[in-house]
Nanobody, 117 residues
Framework: QVQLVESGGDSVQAGGSLNLSCAAPGKDFSISAVGWYRQAPGMQREWVADISRGGITNYADFVKGRFTMSRDNAKKTMYLQMNSLKPEDTAVYYC????WGTGNDSWGQGTQVTVFS
């Protein structure tokens, strides 16, 4: 497992945008699936988006059309561009990598996103 490092969380007014980044050191980034999750206070962690090894991107219904996930294999970094933010998007956002071969997960420490109306 490796320690992922997120950045980009902030407080923003509803309708605004944020771009989260996650650096994922390690040799297997380019061949592993990566994803973003979030956890609101008192709630379970939920899946937001992911990109498969083959480059297929999937989104949870509640972010479709507003969030865009991307990855840069050369920089070993994944991103989450969040537009049209809503107060219900307020949560701690975590990045994840599912290591190819073992299937083990590595997580970031989380970055706080707060959306106020």
């Amino acid at each position: 497992q490796v320690q992922l490092v997120e950045s980009g969380g902030d407080s923003v007014q509803a309708g605004g945008s944020l771009n989260l980044s996650c650096a994922a050191p390690g040799k297997d980034f380019s061949i592993s699936a990566v994803g973003w999750y979030r956890q609101a206070p008192g709630m379970q962690r939920e899946w937001v988006a992911d990109i498969s090894r083959g480059g297929i991107t999937n989104y949870a219904d509640f972010v479709k059309g507003r969030f865009t996930m991307s990855r840069d294999n050369a920089k070993k970094t994944m991103y989450l561009q969040m537009n049209s933010l809503k107060p219900e998007d307020t949560a701690v956002y975590y990045c994840n990598i599912k290591h190819w071969g073992t299937g083990n997960d590595s997580w970031g420490q989380g970055t706080q996103v707060t959306v106020f109306s």
